[in-house]
């Protein structure tokens, strides 16, 4: 019997913490607008948290002022909630506002910036491919400069080579003539008939 109750009372003890959820006091507050400058005269209505009111006079004994709120009512409120600064009601859609404006810059921002990014690295792919073909035309070039200079320097050497050539042969051709040309001169006198010398006596 004694654990049946244990359960029951556990069981009441713990259903409001089961069906317990968090929750927010909404901030929708108000105050009472007054005939007079104190809480002692009868309310003629409320004026909302936020709402925009002319002020037309303060009365420090009681801490009451007089207000117009923007359906024209005059009354009194209590002087602690007027205030010169917006409440969060009126600020908030603004703020909410100018932050959207802000995130919208910057995607705008960041668009532009990832656009001009990829501007900017497209032109420099173009670049360094025209440096690559620079390069590739330079040493394409230099090969065939360095072959023409090859190429020169071999003519130059058999064009060296036939001039000593050509000059031994006209060496040659004239070492050849004057041999044969004196050769011709000792051979000639003894082909050639003598004449027979008269014998010239004395008479």
């Excluded at 005059?74 to 969060?88: A, D, L, N, P, Y």
């Excluded at 491919?129 to 065939?144: A, G, P, T, V």
């Excluded at 040659?172 to 008939?193: E, K, N, T």
Aim: charge should be positive; aromatic fraction near 8%.
């Amino acid at each position: 019997m004694k654990k049946l109750f244990y359960m029951v009372l556990v069981t009441m003890l713990a259903a409001p913490a089961a069906f317990a959820q968090d929750r927010y006091i909404a901030d929708k507050l108000f105050t009472y607008m007054h005939s007079g400058p104190n809480n002692q005269y009868r309310i003629i209505g409320s004026v909302d948290a936020g709402e925009k009111v002319n002020l037309l006079q303060s009365n420090k004994e009681t801490g009451y002022s007089e207000v117009v709120d923007e359906k024209g009512r005059k009354g009194w409120v209590q002087t602690r909630f007027i205030t010169r600064q917006e409440s969060m009601a009126t600020r908030m859609p603004r703020l909410e506002k100018e932050l959207a404006e802000v995130k919208n810059k910057l995607a705008n921002a960041r668009q532009s910036a990832d656009s001009e990014k990829a501007g900017l690295a497209e032109s420099l792919e173009v670049r360094n491919k025209q440096i690559s073909e620079l390069e590739k035309n330079y040493s394409d070039i230099s090969n065939q400069l360095t072959a023409s200079q090859e190429e020169v320097r071999k003519l130059r050497a058999k064009l060296d080579t036939q001039k000593d050539d050509l000059l031994l042969k006209y060496f040659m051709y004239g070492g050849g003539v004057a041999g044969g040309g004196l050769l011709f001169g000792l051979i000639l006198p003894s082909i050639m008939p003598r004449r027979k010398r008269k014998n010239s006596g004395w008479v």
